[in-house]
């Protein structure tokens, strides 16, 4: 199973907004870095199965406009609201068992911490992982697993592939060969 974990584009400052923070929506920026980081996701190979996104408007912004980029439609799901950890990627990866490429978009700290969850084998160091906004992340579970694993036997078996900005990411539009 390939994981694909991308924190939601630029929707300004927390701070600042004035109304329900589940309302805070991309800013210009955001939806530029979006539209960037789709254009490269859509060069990746095998191609991005389905886009599972927070309800929340930033990441669902996010995952609409890298969803139309790669011709998917979004699956909003609330597993992914901030408070993301492993059992709730356990109830979002139980609810879609024939998918093995997904696109998970969602929140900060949640993501890096759930990340290394995944990728940091028992009483070893954690490593350093820190998505920034519109930024993506590959984790490769491994192959001995059966479909269907929970989320606790993924932790500490799967294996961070790369983590890239999203101009990083818009980069790979420039590249000819299949990528994972």
Known sequence: MLLYFMRHADA????????????????????????????????????????????????????????????????????????????????????????????????????SHLIVQLARPHGEHAPDVTMKKGSCCLVLTPSTLPGGASAAELAGVCEISWIRTWRELADLRENTDPLT
């Open 12 to 111: 300004g400052d927390s701070n600042v907004w004035r109304g329900e923070d589940a309302a805070r929506p991309l800013t210009v920026k955001g939806r530029m870095q979006a539209r960037e980081a789709a254009s490269g996701l859509a060069h990746l190979r095998p191609p991005i199965q389905a886009v599972i996104s927070s309800p929340y408007s930033r990441a669902y912004e996010t995952a609409v406009i890298v969803a139309k980029e790669l011709g998917l439609p979004v699956q909003s799901a609330d597993e992914l609201t901030p408070g993301f950890d492993l059992a709730r990627l356990d109830r979002a990866l139980a609810l879609r068992p024939s998918l093995d490429i997904l696109l998970l978009v969602g929140h900060e700290p949640d993501l």
